[in-house]
């Protein structure tokens, strides 16, 4: 018996670059695509997230732009990003202070505020320390510790997972 080849499934992708297509046809899209691309070097990061995301809300995908272009995608969304920060931070921005710095510093509040709700969540219910007393107990009555100790656990109770580093 000869089996004949599986259909090939679509990409979730098409779905996506069709519509970035379809948007990119429109002479207006192309038209702001084009003076971005002319323009790049001199606007300031903050107006070009600016563009960035106005021609994203009309239908472009981050990946279509980056050939459009010819920026990374990584650059496009970081970005987007500044474009969404809070005006001072933007005013920052423009003024010359680091950009960096301010997502670091953004990205370190929001690392404490999801700590605290964590510390928080378990006053209320007790969840976490009951689970991280129940690993503690698991490894020390494992004798092959810490090896085979259950570590799927621990991301829960850190709130992240896997356990990379990452919250």
């Known amino acids: 018996m000869i089996k004949g080849r599986k259909a090939k499934k679509k990409k979730a992708t098409s779905e996506h670059q069709s519509l970035h297509r379809r948007t ?5 899209v192309a038209e702001m695509v084009a003076v971005l691309r002319r ?5 300031g990061p903050v107006d070009r997230g600016d563009r960035l ?8 995908s981050t990946r279509g732009l980056e050939k459009e272009l010819k920026q990374s995608s990584t650059s496009i969304r970081r970005h987007m990003v500044l474009a969404q920060l809070p005006e001072q931070d933007r005013e920052a921005i423009k003024s010359g202070a680091s950009a960096k710095k301010i997502l670091e510093r953004k990205a370190d509040a929001n690392r404490h505020r999801r700590q605290a709700q964590r510390v928080i969540e378990d006053r209320r219910t007790g969840a976490l320390s009951d689970d991280l007393a129940n690993i503690v107990l698991e490894s020390c009555r494992t004798k ?7 570590l799927p656990t621990w991301g829960r109770v850190l709130g992240r997972w896997p356990l990379t580093g990452s919250s």
């Open 24 to 28: 990119m046809a429109d002479p207006k």
């Open 39 to 43: 323009r790049w070097v001199e606007m």
């Open 53 to 60: 995301r106005e021609l994203t809300a009309l239908g472009c």
């Open 144 to 150: 092959e510790w810490p090896h085979k100790a259950s």
